[in-house]
C-alpha cells in the first residue's frame, strides 16, 4: 500500500449541495495533487498543493478549491455540485523541492466515490 | 487531440501470450513517462517509471522513442492477475496527464 488515505470512501450528495474530500499523504511526502476520473476514463488533473499553496491547476471551474495543511494533508473542497462531478476522486502524493519534483512519480490514495444525484 | 493517446481495448488474450500497448503524447518537452495499473473500482497503482530510452521489470518492458513521441509497455508471459487497465502516464510539469487506459483481460 502506498501510505496515501482518504476520507470518506463514498458520498452521495444532492445537486447544488457542497462537499469536503480529504487526503493524507504518504509520509516524507510534502506535495499533495488531485485528480478527478469519470467512468470510462483516465484521471484528470485538478490541481496541485505544495507548502500550504496552490501550485499548477487543470481546467475545472473555481467551484473547485483546496487546501493543504502544515502536515501535507489536504482538501479537495466542491461547491455547487452538478451531476457531472460524479466520478472517482483521487489524491496524489509525491516529493518535491523547491516547487520541482525531486522524484516525479505519485501514488494514489484509494479514491473517494461521489455520487451527485 | 488528446495529450495523450493509447490503444483502444480491449485487449483479450490467453494465459502466457505476450502483449504490448502503445501510446503517443503530443507534448515534446515531457521528460518522464509512467505506465500505472488500475484494477477495477481501484485506485491507479505505479507499474513502470520511464526516464530514458526504456525500463525492464520482469515481464514487463517500457519503451520510449522520443523523435516519434512513443510510448509502449511490453507484458510478456501474461498471467491472469495480470487483468487490468493500463494506464499511459507523461509528466507535464508536476501533473501527470493520463490517458484513457487500455483494458487487458487475460483468460484461461
Known amino acids: 500500500e502506498t501510505g496515501v488515505t482518504q476520507s470518506p470512501t463514498h458520498l452521495i450528495k444532492t445537486r447544488g449541495q457542497q462537499v469536503t474530500l480529504r487526503c493524507s499523504s504518504q509520509?516524507?511526502?510534502?506535495?499533495v495533487s488531485w485528480y478527478q476520473q469519470a467512468l470510462g476514463q483516465g484521471p484528470q488533473f485538478i490541481f496541485q498543493?505544495?507548502?500550504?499553496?496552490?501550485?499548477g491547476r487543470g481546467n475545472f471551474p473555481p467551484r473547485f478549491s483546496g487546501l493543504q495543511f502544515p502536515n501535507y494533508s489536504s482538501e479537495l473542497n466542491v461547491n455547487a455540485l452538478e451531476l457531472d462531478d460524479s466520478a472517482l476522486y483521487l489524491c496524489a502524493s509525491s516529493w518535491e523541492v523547491g516547487r520541482q519534483p525531486k522524484k516525479y512519480e505519485q501514488y494514489f490514495g484509494p479514491g473517494t466515490r461521489l455520487t451527485v444525484t | 487531440r488528446k495529450e495523450v493517446e493509447q490503444d483502444p481495448g480491449p485487449f483479450n488474450v490467453p494465459e502466457g501470450a505476450t502483449v504490448a500497448f502503445n501510446c503517443t503524447y503530443s507534448?515534446?518537452?515531457?521528460?518522464?513517462f509512467f505506465w500505472y495499473r488500475q484494477d477495477c473500482r481501484k485506485e491507479p497503482k505505479l507499474l513502470m517509471s520511464v526516464y530514458s530510452s526504456g525500463n525492464e521489470d520482469g515481464r514487463f518492458t517500457a519503451q520510449l522513442n522520443r523523435a516519434s513521441q512513443y510510448i509502449s509497455l511490453l507484458i510478456r508471459d501474461s498471467k491472469l492477475s495480470d487483468s487490468a487497465t493500463y494506464l499511459c502516464v507523461v509528466n507535464k510539469g508536476g501533473k501527470l496527464i493520463f490517458g484513457q487506459g487500455t483494458e487487458l483481460s487475460v483468460k484461461p
Open positions: 507534448n515534446s518537452a515531457s521528460q518522464s
Open positions: 498543493y505544495y507548502r500550504e499553496e496552490e501550485n
Open positions: 509520509s516524507g511526502h510534502n506535495t
